[in-house]
């Protein structure tokens, strides 16, 4: 290793800048209580050598399945896993939900060392189906390890732990999700002010509060995030709970009363973590966590088990798989939601969702008259483009720009309305207002049907929540209840035999 203990996978100009090695060099506490006051006072904090050392010692120290996954396995199958691809080329596993690496100041040889680690654990864990912490995890972990099959081991030694009064990280989608639901509690109780702030300023708060884990692992920078996991690895989950509580605090105090950066307080609150170094030191920010009288952790066990079953009893036990994933390249597609409360409803969808990539990562609309959204419980219904049965409400574009559209919107007679043709898109209209023509739109955090004035479907980017309400688009009631959790979602797609 090069001094002052960096090994081969860290980028030592950005390392040197963003923590310095002036700490002590060795620790020889062995009592528990004190080792905890060391960590939350940052003792081995400001040496890198001597939190190598406290990592391999702590973790060394967690109960472990009998067969557990150690160095040796990594080394016999990270090349069968691999093969001939260059680290920075491998896909991640699915588990970790397309979460990216943080750098963590690794250089490009310790970005691809991550990727290999990762898929080299879902090999050997093929029960974890649900872990976007582990990225962040592995990644700092491998600036204290001597090379790739040791991290290895450590991280899957954390994954393995089988103390059940010592939760580490979340393994599935359920257990995340009840997480994301405890934290609201928690912070409906102990950051009242806050909690009143996201109601105010978000749709749907659930969704700010399914943020939190990616505010520490993958937001905080690495000097916060290394002093978050120092006091983890010694207390275990609850930590965390209160490093995110404090830093909901934080931002609150500094963002009340001020207008908001954007119009989604999920980003202004990433960007708030991001930059949390101009607001507030690693120290204080533990300060402020540990000064939160928390329930106690058996009391917050059970309050995650209450979610838990109250999520099994709803039907949200998996994550839905990515939905343009699977539905790019087909046209029409056929969506169908089933709610928890046993209510069906969809859309019928004229474009092809790739479409959504012509805009650049931005939400944008596209889509053609042809779509139409549906009720099917209780009762059906269907409610197509308002322009055709409102023809009223537009008129073609000029005929010199599209010659053949006149015979087929021309709207003199009584029955236009019979011979406008949904086939045409918005563009080929003198709208006097886009409301009337947002179709569809889908981004990485959500999928909207019908726009203008309210939005006929709105469904979470994980597939689990949605509201429905009018739309100027279809002019349509609310498909099922106006907030409502998802059972199940299915689409059909069709493609044309030609472009097979």
């Known amino acids: 290793m090069d001094a002052p203990g960096y090994n081969c996978f860290v980028d030592r100009d950005r390392m040197d800048a963003a923590i310095q090695d002036l700490g002590p060099k060795e620790l020889s506490c062995t009592d528990v209580q004190e080792l905890k006051q060391l960590a939350r006072q940052g003792y081995w904090a400001h040496s890198y050598a001597l939190r190598g050392k406290v990592y ?88 204290y390890s001597m090379d790739e099959a040791e991290c290895f081991e450590k991280a899957c030694r954390i994954l393995a732990c089988n103390d059940p009064s010592r939760k580490l990280i979340d393994q599935s989608f359920l257990a995340f999700e009840s997480s994301c639901m405890t934290f609201g509690d928690l912070v409906n109780k102990y950051c009242q002010a806050a909690h ?37 690895l010694v207390e275990g989950y609850k930590v965390l709970y209160r490093v995110a509580l404090a830093i909901l605090k934080f931002f609150h105090k500094v963002r009340a009363g001020q207008p908001l950066e954007s119009d989604n307080v999920k980003q202004d609150i990433r960007a708030f ?20 009288r928390l329930f106690s952790r058996k009391e917050i066990q059970l309050l995650q088990m209450a979610n838990e079953k109250a999520l099994k009893q709803r039907g949200i036990t998996v994550k839905q798989k990515r939905f343009f994933l699977h539905c790019e390249g087909h046209e029409p597609t056929v969506l169908l939601i089933k709610t928890t409360q046993k209510e069906v409803c969809g859309a019928y969808l004229s474009t092809d969702w790739a479409e959504r990539n012509k805009f650049g990562g931005k939400l944008g609309f596209f889509g053609t008259g042809e779509c139409f959204v549906f009720r099917l419980q209780p009762e059906v219904q269907r409610y197509e483009w308002v322009v055709i049965k409102h023809p009223e409400l537009t008129r ?68 689990n929540r949605g509201r429905t309400g009018h739309c100027d688009t279809f002019n349509n009631q609310p498909l099922c209840s106006e907030n409502f959790l998802i059972a199940a979602v299915e689409a059909w797609g069709f493609q044309d035999p030609d472009t097979q």
Request: include cysteine; charge should be negative; charged fraction near 20%.
């Open 273 to 292: 973590v991001k930059d949390i170094a101009k607001t507030v030191s690693p120290e204080k920010l533990l300060e402020k966590a540990f000064a939160i």
């Open 56 to 143: 391999q010692r702590l973790i060394r120290d967690i109960p472990c399945r009998t067969v557990t996954p150690d160095a040796s396995v990594y080394s016999d199958i990270v090349g069968k896993i691999v093969g001939q691809h260059s680290g920075s080329s491998l896909p991640l596993p699915e588990f970790v939900d397309n979460t990216q690496v943080p750098s963590y100041c690794l250089n490009p040889q310790g970005e691809g060392a991550v990727r290999k680690i990762l898929l080299c654990i879902a090999n050997q864990f093929p029960d974890v189906s649900f872990c976007p912490a582990l990225p962040a995890v592995v990644a700092l972990l491998l600036h």
């Open 396 to 463: 073609p574009v000029s005929s010199e720009n599209t010659t053949s559209l006149p015979s087929l919107c021309h709207s003199a007679s009584p029955d236009a309305s019979d011979r406008l043709s949904p086939f045409l898109a918005a563009r080929h209209f003198n709208l006097p207002s886009k409301t009337e023509s947002l179709f569809m739109a889908g981004g990485n955090d959500c999928l909207i049907i019908g726009g203008g004035g309210g939005q006929a479907l709105y469904i979470d980017g994980d597939l």
């Open 196 to 232: 009143k702030l996201m109601v105010a300023v978000s749709e749907d708060v659930l969704q700010v509060y399914a943020d939190w884990q990616r505010w520490l692992f993958g937001e905080l920078p690495l000097s916060y995030f290394s002093r978050v996991f120092d006091v983890f």
